[in-house]
């Protein structure tokens, strides 16, 4: 099951100080134009949706980081690409837009070794770290790294 989604672009934060960086075949990417965590739940779904992207013309350029599980979304727990059973989805989800409007996301890497953890949550900000594998959903064949992902979103 392939899940591409991101959040409206009008529901986010645009501060600064919120941020989703990242290296990408270790060139250093951030985004803190538009930032945000939507938290979710219809039973038995729980998710996340977290963003971090910036307004280039018409594309948003940016990551997008998506967690579900059947169980409520909670700091301190390693989401990866393992599916969850009960939903048939996998845990965590990576989701990248380039400058150009081209997407690559784990779920079309057959390795996607994807990992999320959610070091600390309160009812104002979200902050973690990821990392993954993700392939072009263009050419289904471009791989590439995202490392050292760190996130520091508002909650909505």
């Given amino acids: 099951m392939l899940s591409l989604s991101a959040c409206k672009k009008d529901g986010g934060s645009s501060s600064s100080s919120y ?15 538009t930032t945000a965590a939507v938290f979710t739940t219809q039973l038995p779904v729980y998710s996340c949706a977290m963003v971090g992207e910036q307004q280039n013309g018409t594309v948003y350029e940016g990551m997008a980081i998506n967690l579900f599980n059947d169980v409520a979304i909670a700091a301190n727990v390693t989401y990866t690409d393992q599916v969850v059973a009960s939903l048939g989805t996998p845990e965590a989800t990576l989701l990248y837009t380039d400058a150009t409007g081209a997407q690559s996301t784990s779920g079309l890497a057959a390795s996607p070794n994807v990992q999320v953890v959610i070091t600390s949550m309160d009812d104002k900000t979200v902050t973690g770290n990821f990392s993954g594998t993700i392939v072009s959903a263009t050419d289904l064949t471009t791989t590439h790294t995202v490392t050292e992902g760190q996130f520091h979103l508002p909650r909505h």
């Fill in 19 to 33: 941020y989703v960086k990242f290296k990408l075949d270790g060139a250093d990417k951030q985004y803190s134009q």
